[in-house]
């Protein structure tokens, strides 16, 4: 698969962020739409612990659930192993596979 060239990607973001809105935030939004468009399961967002583009795209990704029914989860890193991370990576890709299944139903 070719990655798009940037106004693409700024062009896919343009429903959560304006083209003005500069950084990792807008980038990293165009490519999660890029993701959905091309048929990803389901998109993970991991940034380091106050990360503050990262946290923006957080918030960001529940208007693209809202939006195309597509799981998302937000992975902060601050060196530290966690039972609950685990936790709620097995639930994300839960509701990833029941994506897959759903969208694969719909295509029939």
């Not at 698969?1 to 896919?12: Q, V």
């Not at 918030?59 to 029914?69: F, I, P, Q």
């Amino acid at each position: 698969m070719k990655e798009p060239d940037t106004s693409r990607i700024l062009k896919n973001a343009s429903p959560y962020l304006h083209d003005s809105f500069e950084g990792e935030a807008v980038l990293s939004m165009g490519k999660a739409v890029d993701f959905v468009q091309n048929g990803a399961s389901g998109i993970v967002s991991a940034m380091p612990f106050g990360c503050m583009p990262g946290t923006i795209v957080g918030a960001l990704l529940k208007g693209l659930k809202r939006d195309t029914g597509i799981p998302c989860i937000s992975v902060a890193y601050d060196g530290v192993e966690t039972t609950c991370s685990e936790i709620q990576l097995e639930a994300f890709m839960h509701q990833a596979s029941g994506y897959t299944h759903q969208r694969k139903s719909q295509k029939n």
